[in-house]
């Protein structure tokens, strides 16, 4: 297939590598021009605009925010009514979403936000979320199986990929402040941290969630970031102005977004969103 990428962060270069090698032609932009080197080194194309990478069968978007989707699909040169069909990666709100389904020209719209942290998606070992009409999700499975493991098809309304992806963030970000939390707790007691995890990893949290977080924590690898606090502190907002949208209760929420903020400030922009554990330890002085 003809593809385009748009977004060459940690996760979006990633995953444009993995369609080259699936055999695509896939033609490549970033803001930063110097990120679509090695892609294109590889055998990618490269757009001066991103309306020139969507004139193909189907354009892919991985960008940080609504803003940035905003100015790619929307802005000049943007994709907006482009004859590929317009999958968006990227984690955004799901009013943009919605706006997305209802402005996305001939080409059409899909919502397939992914779990998975940057070694993920270079190996190819993503969950993908996927929403839209049926016969477009049908178009997409063959290349979304070049980035991903499992594709999640949850329906014909885009945002709601979007709602499940804000929830499982929101759910990442619990999972951590519990392990930064007991972590803490066995620590002032004198457990070690890393005795802690494996003894709850082997027995009722041995969910990937807590394997792979459980290990960043023990081990304060949090730079470089796999996935930047300030990303973090974003989709929890996000996640804030969905609850307040559907009138759901999130207490925890709030405890999430001040360690963000938190360590954030203390620690700067370049954090990994794992860090919230530094703010839970430095509460108790350690």
Known sequence: MKIGFIGLG???????????K??????????????????VEAGATRAKRPIDAAHGDVVMTMLADDQAVVDTVFGEGGIAGAPALHIGHSTIS????????????????VSAPVFGRPPAAAAGTLFVVAAGPAAALDRCEPILDAIGQRIFRIGDMPSAANLVKLSGNFMIMAAV?????????AEKGGVDRRTLLEVLTGTLFGAPVYQTYGEILVEDRF????????????????????????????????????????????EGPEVDWAGIALAVRASAKL
């Not at 699936?22 to 892609?39: C, E, F, I, Y």
């Open 177 to 185: 402040e519990a392990m930064a939390e007991a972590m803490t707790l």
């Open 10 to 20: 940690q996760m979006g270069s990633a995953m444009a590598a993995n369609l080259l």
């Open 22 to 39: 699936a055999g695509h032609a896939v033609t490549v932009w970033n803001r930063s021009a110097a990120k679509a080197d090695a892609l």
């Open 94 to 109: 799901v009013a943009l979403a919605d706006r997305l389904a209802a402005e996305s020209g001939t080409g059409g719209y």
């Open 223 to 266: 730079r470089p970031a796999g996935f930047a606090a300030p990303l973090g502190l974003k989709d929890m907002s996000l996640v804030d102005t969905a609850a307040t949208t559907f009138g759901a209760s999130m207490p925890l929420l709030g405890i999430v977004r001040d360690h963000l903020r938190t360590v954030i400030a203390v």
